[in-house]
């Protein structure tokens, strides 16, 4: 729907470079880039905790049905369930707005 109503404004510049440059020779080029990165400890560990971090959310969508199981209605079930989307909402609107207070007093 976006690119019914949206013109990229440098549409032919892109699709000259496309064409200038395969897939192999951007990729050539841009690993030097990709290997640096991994000179950065930090970097190495945001990638490290990224794979036991997403595991969780793989089982998320089941707890609902968990909480059935374990003896909980529909409704209740559905209640606990909305109060997690709830509670990750809130948590990131208050982290926001602490952070905001953070950057404002320590630019």
């Not at 032919?12 to 050539?28: I, N, P, T, Y």
């Not at 990224?50 to 209640?79: D, H, I, K």
């Not at 208050?94 to 320590?106: D, E, P, Q, Y």
């Amino acid at each position: 729907l976006i690119t019914v109503f949206v013109e990229e404004p440098n549409a032919a510049l892109l699709e000259d470079r496309r064409r200038a440059q395969g897939v192999c020779s951007v990729f050539v080029k841009n690993m030097p880039k990709v290997f640096q990165l991994f000179k950065y400890p930090t970097f190495i560990l945001i990638l490290a905790q990224g794979g036991p971090g997403t595991a969780a959310w793989t089982v998320f969508p089941f707890f609902t049905q968990w909480l059935e199981l374990s003896c909980f209605t529909y409704g209740e079930a559905a209640v606990i369930f909305a109060a997690f989307g709830w509670g990750g909402a809130c948590s990131n609107l208050l982290s926001g707005m602490l952070l905001n207070v953070v950057a404002h007093r320590c630019p």
